[in-house]
């Protein structure tokens, strides 16, 4: 039989050959995949690599160009992914053993350093997860169970997803939001026991406040009184005849007044030239 570029087989079997050959040298990235060329097993180079801003449209996503049976395309998805951590067992500062459940949102901002030091977005996750779980403990095992009811709880998350983010950064990854699903008593605590330790905890630290303000009075009290003595002592250096004419004034008020109504019904038996009423004689 005669090889003819005319006969149907052999068409056929150029057409074959030509598709799989085009296959194994394009690739069409899509907008929501990066796309690491890797040749016997190096990562080479990083097609529609994830970039800040970036407007949709406008990537590296589209037709190219590889090497074929040498260069293959590990995909890595650009878009946000989320990971779910297992219930976890925590023990808070007033020993109350909590039963949290939390997750965390990310994406992969550098595949090169992801797929260099762990290769696959599911081992990623897996070790987020371990992370995850270990920045949880150690921040909510500083903290009481009344801090989760309050608005102090965004700055344990905050801490919360600080600490998992620099983790995250070794693997090429950011951490876009941490929170937490649930945070419950394990069966069978009485809440009412939860209920009076965070009561007690919470009349400690009034008591406590209470105490500091009191000591914060005494000490602004004992300033005001002493500026107001040295004010007084600066205005007798300057007219002693003024200050001892305003001090006998305050005490003739007090002693004959002393009801603070303007009826005065204090009766007094001085001789008129008792030296306390020098004042009410114009002269010393």
């Not at 105490?211 to 009290?221: L, N, S, T």
């Amino acid at each position: 039989m005669s090889f003819s570029f005319k006969n149907p087989i052999v068409l056929g079997a150029l057409a074959v050959a030509a598709l799989i050959l085009a296959s194994l040298t394009m690739t069409i990235v899509p907008e929501d995949k990066q796309a690491i060329v890797v040749s016997y097993g190096n990562p080479k180079r990083v097609w529609n690599a994830y970039e800040e801003k970036e407007i949709f449209g406008n990537t590296g996503a589209g037709l190219h160009f590889r090497i074929p049976f040498v260069e293959q395309v590990a995909w890595i998805d650009k878009r946000i992914l989320g990971v779910e951590m297992e219930r976890q067992e925590v023990l808070s500062t007033d020993q109350l053993r909590l039963q949290v459940d939390a997750f965390a949102r990310f994406r992969v901002t550098d595949p090169l350093v992801m797929y260099r030091s762990i290769r696959t977005e599911d081992r990623l996750k897996q070790q987020l997860r371990t992370i995850l779980g270990s920045s949880l403990r150690n921040e909510l095992g500083k903290r009481e169970f009344a801090t989760l009811l309050s608005p102090e709880r965004g700055q344990v998350m905050n801490n919360i997803q600080s600490a998992l983010n620099r983790e995250a950064r070794k693997y090429g990854a950011e951490i876009i939001d941490v929170r937490i699903k649930r945070a419950d008593l394990p069966e069978g605590t009485p809440l009412t026991s939860a209920y009076e330790r965070m009561r007690s905890a919470r009349n400690q630290e009034a008591v406590a406040i209470d105490a500091e303000g009191r000591k914060e009075a005494q000490v602004i009290r004992a300033e005001a009184d002493a500026e107001a003595a040295r004010i007084y002592a600066e205005s007798y250096g300057k007219d002693p005849d003024f200050y001892d004419f305003y001090r006998a004034m305050e005490s003739y008020r007090t002693t004959f007044n002393n009801d603070g109504d303007g009826n005065g019904d204090t009766s007094v038996i001085l001789s008129p030239n008792n030296d306390y009423l020098r004042q009410f004689r114009g002269r010393r």
